[in-house]
């Protein structure tokens, strides 16, 4: 009957957070203290300063089941500088991520890049004698499918933003 | 300079007061003068470098008490038993550094059972943050994870705002500590005092009505049951609820068990009272706990030393939860009916929606159990059991007194052994479990309602860790009882170590260190007395309620190996308690 925080992780599924925070670097430190000190877990967040509108959203993807992203969202709503806190995974969202993959491109290998960057609509972004730098968009399945594809090649770098997300506004109809 | 003294003048003016004609003053004055707008009568503070802007401020105020209390730790738990008896926030001032860190015990002991409390540090001025410089520590990021919010004010334009926003945050929903940083120079900058009252922020509105449909539900549950059973927190308290709770326990005759915060929330001598449940329970609230059929939670979470052994806590129950905390509800214990709101607002709802459930059968069951194992009191003349004492506190007092523990063997006993009838009567470090807190908390509360008896009930180990503070009771005349249960030893790790380290009593032993607590009381020019049998106890314990102008320490030379009973072992259920010594 009883199941608690720390408990056999079952269905353990991704979510998405939209976190819109006064902004203050004090708020951010509580809410990635939520994570550390209450044992949730960050797969990735990303923040955008918020200076000039006094507010920032922050985007965070963590997993759990459903009585720890529970946890999760009520205690980010505790924090008394935020102002909402959505989990756009039920929601229909758009999320993006971006990355900066420096791949080691000799010139036998170089077309071959270049067709899987253009598939990808990534975009070459510098290159030198040796390697080429490519910046690629989209959600994190792609993102995550064109570094599979490029590894073989050798990557000497890799930057990866984490994931924004939005929720959508209009849903339409057929 | 010259500003210093404008602030003690127009006191009356409320409301807005026009900014040209509102008074310019340097940042320690307008804290000074908002802190009086705000009705603070009691700062609990100790000076240093960083803060002399605000002392030098104090120094001709006659509107509020500044207490020099003698460790900044001491300073944040007297705060917070000023807080737990009175229900207004507790306020502390300290310096910088040291200053600050020492104030973290007393704000994570705050921080753990929801007292409001309002810190104040200095800081080093705005351009040297960061530097390492004299005394600097940052103190927000070290208090982040124990405040409910913390500033670092660095513009003495934002300080007022800042200050009732620090005390709206502290009092309202679930209350907590709030820690509010004041580097030196902006508390030297000039600025303006407004007095506007206003706080507004849009980011924070606690819950307070609670949901229609599940308090519907949860009076339909109540209505049905046939072993109905209320278990209280320390929610009923800090949300003033004692009365509403009472007429729901007795409109429809359903007991009452409360935790260690929730004492005093139902009175004792009332039928419905089971006493405490949990590690240390009586037998039959911990019997009725895990054979309810409906459990009503109310500002209550679930904690494990209430609990014990989660698979076996309660397993028959539908439990309702009431909470103005949405993230206690479902955290450790899966509810049936969650009900986020104010325990005010809901119980009177619940009381008025639901209709008498039979308890006859439930109540001869209860009653068996109270006949079979009540609490017991060991009776010996020639010596002090600690039950004993409790119970003699208990009737001298008449159970009008603010109780205040330390923690340990002798707090249990006194939450077992005391009559509770009245609410903010029973004032104990739960959460934290903080050995150091009963004396200077005494002190606390004694400021916070002068009329009434406050009586200290500490061990000999825990009154050590914060004695010292017995230079502030004789300053300040402070009437304050501290009773010690002295068994010679760290009474608590002791019982574990007979019970579960077969008798390795490892460090827990203080006979040889134990000064003579007569001897220090009176080198303070604190009354010192000293009993070794029950009758030498009452008769000191008669004198020392006669006197009013000193703190009195009472030496009681209790059985150093009577354990602590009923007693439910880490890791074992409510029901698996364990009731006496083995023969
Ligand atoms: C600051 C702190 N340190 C250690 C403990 C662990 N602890 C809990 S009870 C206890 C023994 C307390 O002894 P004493 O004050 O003599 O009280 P008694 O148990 O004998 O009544 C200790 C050491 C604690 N609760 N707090």
């Keep these: 009957m009883s199941s608690t925080q720390n408990g056999t992780a079952t269905n353990q599924t991704k979510h998405t957070l939209s976190v819109v925070v006064k902004y203050n670097l004090n708020a951010l430190s509580r809410i990635i203290g939520i994570f550390s000190s209450k044992g949730f877990e960050i797969d990735s967040i990303s923040f955008g300063s918020g200076k000039e509108t006094g507010l920032a959203r922050i985007t965070i993807t963590t997993h759990g089941d459903e009585q720890i992203i529970e946890q999760i969202t009520k205690q980010l709503h505790k924090i008394i500088d935020v102002v909402t806190v959505s989990d756009l995974t039920h929601q229909s969202f758009v999320e993006r991520e971006m990355a900066l993959v420096k791949v080691k491109a000799q010139r036998s290998a170089r077309s071959e890049i270049m067709q899987i960057t253009d598939i990808f609509r990534a975009k070459i972004i510098d290159i030198s004698p040796d390697n080429l730098a490519i910046e690629i968009t989209g959600n994190r399945d792609k993102v995550n499918a064109f570094i599979g594809m490029v590894r073989p090649f050798g990557i000497i770098e890799l930057a990866r933003t984490g994931t924004v997300a939005l929720k959508r506004e209009f849903e339409g109809s057929v | ?583």
């Design chain 2, 1 to 583: 300079m010259e500003s210093a003294k404008a602030h003690t003048s127009n006191k009356n003016k409320e409301k807005s007061v026009q900014e040209k004609e509102s008074p310019v003053l340097n940042g320690a004055g307008i804290l000074i003068k908002t802190l009086e707008n705000l009705d603070v009568d009691t700062i609990f503070g100790y000076p240093g470098g960083a803060v002399l802007p605000l002392y030098d401020e104090l120094f001709d105020n006659n509107d509020i008490n500044h207490v020099l209390i003698r460790h900044e730790q001491a300073g944040s738990h007297a705060a917070d038993g000023y807080a737990r008896a009175t229900g207004k926030p507790g306020v502390v001032m300290a310096t910088s550094g040291p200053g600050g860190t020492n104030t973290v015990t007393g704000i994570a002991t705050a921080a753990m059972d929801s007292i409001p409390l309002v810190v104040f540090t200095g800081q080093v001025p705005k351009e040297m943050i960061g530097n390492d410089a004299f005394q600097e520590a940052d103190i927000v990021g070290i208090t982040r994870p124990i405040t409910k919010n913390n500033y670092l004010v660095k513009d003495v334009d934002e300080l007022e705002q800042t200050v009732r926003e620090a005390f709206h945050v502290a009092t309202s929903g679930r209350p907590g500590p709030v820690l509010v940083d004041l580097p030196k120079d902006m508390l030297q900058a000039k600025g303006r005092f407004s007095g506007l009252h206003k706080v507004s922020i849009p980011s924070y509105n606690p819950t307070k009505k609670g949901h229609f449909t599940q308090i519907q539900k949860a009076a339909e549950l109540l209505s049905e049951a046939e072993k109905p059973l209320i278990y209280a927190g320390g929610g009923v308290i800090l949300g003033e609820a004692w009365e509403e709770l009472t007429a729901l326990a007795e409109n429809h005759n359903i007991p009452v068990t409360t935790t260690l915060m929730g004492l005093g929330g139902f009175p004792e001598s009332k039928p419905q009272s089971l006493g405490m449940l949990g590690m240390h329970g009586t037998y039959y609230a911990n019997m009725a706990t895990t054979e309810c059929d409906v459990l009503v939670a109310v500002g209550a979470r679930f904690d494990d030393r209430v609990t014990g052994d989660l698979e076996g806590f309660s397993p028959h129950s539908k439990k309702i939860h009431i909470d103005i905390d949405p993230t206690n509800i479902g955290k450790n214990v899966e509810v049936d009916v969650p009900i986020v709101g104010d325990v005010k607002h809901v119980l009177p709802e619940i009381d008025k929606h639901t209709e008498q459930p039979d308890t006859n059968d439930w109540w001869d069951t209860i009653n068996k159990w109270k006949e079979e194992h009540p609490l017991e009191v060991p009776e010996e003349d020639h010596k002090i059991k600690p039950q004993q004492m409790m119970e003699s506190i208990s009737d001298i007092t008449n159970g009008k007194a603010i109780v205040v523990t330390d923690v340990g063997q002798h707090q249990m006993w006194a939450a077992q052994h005391y009559t509770y009838d009245y609410p903010r009567s029973f004032l104990s470090s739960g959460g934290l479990g903080t050995m150091g807190y009963g004396f200077p908390a005494a002190l606390g509360a004694h400021f916070g309602c002068p009329d009434r008896p406050v009586v200290c009930i500490t061990g000999d180990g825990g009154f050590q860790m914060t004695a010292y503070e017995l230079a502030t009771a004789v300053e300040y005349e402070v009437p304050l009882k501290i009773a010690i249960m002295n068994n010679e030893c760290l009474g608590m790790v002791r019982q574990w170590q007979e019970l579960f380290y077969d008798e390795r009593y490892s460090h827990s032993i203080l006979k040889k260190g134990n000064p003579d607590f007569v001897k220090l009381a009176e080198s303070y020019g604190a009354a010192g007395f000293r009993a070794s049998s029950k009758n030498e106890m009452e008769q000191v314990l008669a004198e020392a309620m006669t006197i009013d102008d000193r703190p009195v320490v009472m030496d009681f030379r209790v059985d150093e190996y009577e354990n602590c009973y009923p007693m439910v072992p880490s890791g074992a259920a409510l029901n698996e308690m364990v009731l006496g010594d083995k023969e």
